[in-house]
């Protein structure tokens, strides 16, 4: 090893390699710290210093260009990266990053993406498969000590040390008997290492004497600089393509700790992690089911410090039986099951994601460089009172306040973005005049890539939305996408975005002769005109649109339901369902005139599909156009013994689905068509058996039950005259005198 180099080869994100470096770097007190990383962000480095700079976070490196190439550089309190990082900065030592730079990284991991793709396309079409393995060198250890596991064989060997001296030394010497005898390293990697060791040269070269360089355990025996020439590593560098990059500091989450990401390092369990890293290791194993219970408490979950003790001996009773020197993660779940919850997974699931992964989110200065759309959600965040947190949380919006309403319009401005910050939750038990948005609110860090990419339409969220609808409304023609962008810019506040699309979608709605397509469009517009009254938005563009709709669809609906099959039938009488809603909602006599006029005419047509006439009369008795008289009148007509029973049927379903109050309260309605179901031929009623279920499926249980006790009463029967009610005196008489027995009456 070069004099004044100390090499120290760690685990990302394991808390005993931190813990031995830190003693190890008290020991030498090194001028110079170079770390594992990205020198891409050289200059962010000394915002770790920073007091609100609080793990985890991570570094963002992406390409300037293409800020979809994005790698991360996680940190957590128990990172050894961060702790060389925060120990140079305590002590005012110099620190860089030594790794191969993301400047040349990424075009080099594109070209070898492209090279794979090739090599897959041709080794698919000449039927062969590469299967070639992967060197574990941790697991090659872990055989050589005994141990199936290398995950666990690290765990007892440098996460739970007690000795701190000659850890680095020895693994270094592991990893240079293991490089021999595994395969070379691909050309990638063989950058990486030349580029660490022309850092370690020109360190040195600055006039550093105690260089202390913090790298991957398996990198740290390439890393000496007298074993390889500088021509060598020069040759090897020279010539590597270039991108420009930009690097920032952005909050982290555990749970995003939990998968490998920028230079491959994750880890299962970083709740356990920090624990192991905070607690005090000779009590270690108490303090962590300490916790477990705590946690169970808060969830209501009965347990005990009898729990607590009884889950300690159990874990390491079963780590002796298993020949482990100490309890590991299984030993601790197997334990926890055990005691605490009595072999079922619900409280598992609350302790893996609340202790073993957490819950935790870490944060960064303000003073972070960020691109402007960053730094504008970073100001509405502030302004709206609206913090950015890693567990879900749920927020109750009333629009009638403008605090409320401004943050309901960041929300959807983002959502427009494709940043699912919050989503918006159904609310069943609330009116259509609900001045209420209920969210669920849930920050991922990868966010902030698409804030960067986002960037390109406009400095400010506001902005960034307006060019993003503008975009999808010149690349859509169709109505039903652009009263969709409408309702959206509307929930948005986005008034200028309003006013062209309310200007093109008259330009496409004045041409189209789909009324199919006018009719799914109308209740978007509608809506748009009922956000328009909570959000205090102006309604007169939109209404002028509708004025121009509704009059297309009321002329053109009857030539569109003529000569309809069963699903066209089924399509269109949603369609009317939604059209006459959406006139409702729309508050207009004179469109309401028209459409229900509309609607006469057709129920009056005999070739007219059953469905589509059973529904538009249910439509028009429900706006009281049509009473019940006319309606049984028409149901009998519908019911004649000349009419087709499968026609009968769809009649009876679209006039009947989705609630059976009607027959309830009209008993002789109930009587017509129960009357009638008793006239059909065996032959045909096993047809019409599934239209008739189906249709009595849609109403709620307790409807069909009234009914079928009205039925059985012969009530319905009763009312159209179907049965003589007539009592026969003579044969009462003679029942009294028992009946008056059981009652305990005297006959008169």
């Known amino acids: 090893m070069a004099d004044g180099v100390h090499i120290f080869g760690v685990r990302h994100h394991g808390p005993g390699s931190a813990r031995s470096l830190v003693h190890a770097l008290n020991e030498l007190k090194p001028a110079c710290i170079l770390v594992e990383g990205p020198p891409d962000a050289d200059e962010m480095i000394p915002l770790a210093a920073d007091s609100q700079m609080q793990p985890p976070i991570a570094i963002l490196v992406h390409a300037s260009d293409e800020p979809s190439r994005a790698v991360y550089y996680p940190f957590a309190t128990f990172s050894p990266e961060w702790n060389a990082i925060r ?3 305590e002590h005012k030592s110099s620190i860089r990053f030594m790794d191969l730079p993301q400047a040349h990284r990424m075009p080099i991991e594109m070209e070898q993406e492209k090279q794979a793709q090739n090599a897959s396309a041709s080794a698919e079409a000449s039927g062969s498969t590469n299967s070639s393995a992967i060197f574990d060198p941790i697991g090659e250890l872990a055989r050589t000590a005994g141990f199936d596991d290398g995950e666990r064989w690290w765990e007892y060997l440098v996460e739970h040390r007690q000795e701190q001296a000659g850890i680095f030394e020895a693994l270094r010497d592991a990893m240079a008997v293991l490089r021999e005898r595994a395969p070379s390293p691909d050309r990638h990697e063989a950058h990486r ?52 990059t930009s690097a920032t500091w952005i909050p982290w989450t555990y749970d995003h700790l939990t998968f490998a990401s920028g230079y491959g390092a994750g880890v299962y369990s970083p709740g356990w992690y920090e624990h192991i890293w905070k607690s005090d290791r000779t009590c270690l194993l108490e303090s962590w089911m300490t916790r477990v219970a705590r946690l169970l408490r808060e969830k209501d ?19 002796s039986l ?12 197997d334990a926890t099951r055990a005691v605490f919850c009595f072999d079922s997974d619900l409280p598992m699931h609350l302790i893996a994601r609340d202790l073993l992964v957490g819950i935790r989110m870490g944060s960064v200065p303000e003073s972070t460089p960020a691109v402007p759309l960053v730094q504008d959600l970073q100001k509405n965040q502030k302004r709206l009172r609206l913090k950015l947190e890693a567990l879900e949380k749920v927020l109750d919006l009333d629009l009638r306040e403008e605090t409320d309403r401004q943050r309901s319009q960041l929300l959807h401005r983002l959502r427009l973005l494709g940043i699912d910050w919050g989503v918006p939750q159904p609310q069943p038990n609330r009116g259509k005049g609900t001045f209420h948005e209920i969210w669920q609110l849930r920050w991922d860090p990868g966010f ?8 390109v339409l406009g400095n400010t969220i506001e902005q960034a939305a307006f060019g993003k609808l503008r975009k999808l409304a010149t690349e859509s023609s169709d109505l039903r996408v652009l009263a969709s962008l409408l309702q959206d810019a509307l929930l948005a506040d986005l008034g200028d975005a309003v006013a062209e699309l309310v200007q093109k979608i008259e330009g496409v709605s004045a041409i189209s002769a789909d009324v199919s397509l006018l009719m799914q469009t109308l ?19 939109v209404r002028q649109i509708i004025n121009g709709v509704v009059p297309r669809i009321t002329i053109g609906l009857g030539g569109a339901v003529s000569s309809l099959n069963d699903d066209a039938a089924v399509a269109m009488e949603q369609n009317i369902r939604a059209t006459s809603s959406a006139i409702e909602m729309v508050e207009s006599a004179e469109h309401s005139y028209v459409w229900f006029e509309c609607l006469a005419r057709i129920i009056d047509q005999d070739t007219i599909h059953g469905l589509v006439r059973g529904r538009c009369t249910r439509i028009l008795l429900d706006a009281g156009k049509i009473d019940s008289t006319e309606v049984a009148r ?23 689905t989705g609630s059976g109050l009607l027959l309830i309260h009209d008993a002789r309605l109930l009587g017509v068509i129960d009357q009638w179901v008793t006239e059909i031929q065996p032959e045909i009623f096993d047809e019409l058996i599934p239209l ?11 409807e069909r039950h009234q009914i079928g006790q009205m039925l059985s009463t012969g009530k319905s029967l009763q009312a159209t005259g179907a049965v003589d009610d007539s009592i026969d005196h003579d044969r009462a008489a003679m029942a009294l005198p028992l009946l008056l027995q059981i009652l305990g009456g005297r006959q008169q």
């Open 87 to 89: 120990w140079g900065l």
């Open 193 to 244: 290492e030349a580029w660490m060791r022309r850092t370690i040269r020109e360190t040195r070269a600055e006039g550093f004497t105690k260089i202390a360089a913090v790298c991957g355990a398996w990198h740290a025996p390439a890393l000496d600089v007298d074993a390889v020439t500088k021509k060598q590593d020069d040759d090897l560098l020279k010539g590597l393509p270039k991108l420009k």
């Open 523 to 541: 209740p978007r517009l509608a809506a748009v005109l009922r956000y328009g009254n909570v959000r205090q938005a102006d309604e007169s563009m």
């Open 322 to 333: 298993r020949s482990r020197p100490l309890a590991d993660l299984s030993d601790i779940a």
């Open 448 to 455: 902030t890539i698409q804030l960067i990419e986002a960037g």
């Open 692 to 702: 008739l279920r189906r249709t009595f499926s849609t109403f709620p249980r307790p």
């Open 634 to 656: 028409r149901l009998g007509l519908a019911l004649s013994r000349g009419a087709d029973p499968a026609h009968t049927a769809r009649w009876i379903e679209g006039f009947l």
């Open 301 to 319: 979950i009965d347990c005990s410090s009898a729990h607590v003790i009884e889950a300690v001996r159990l874990a390491g009773l079963l780590a």
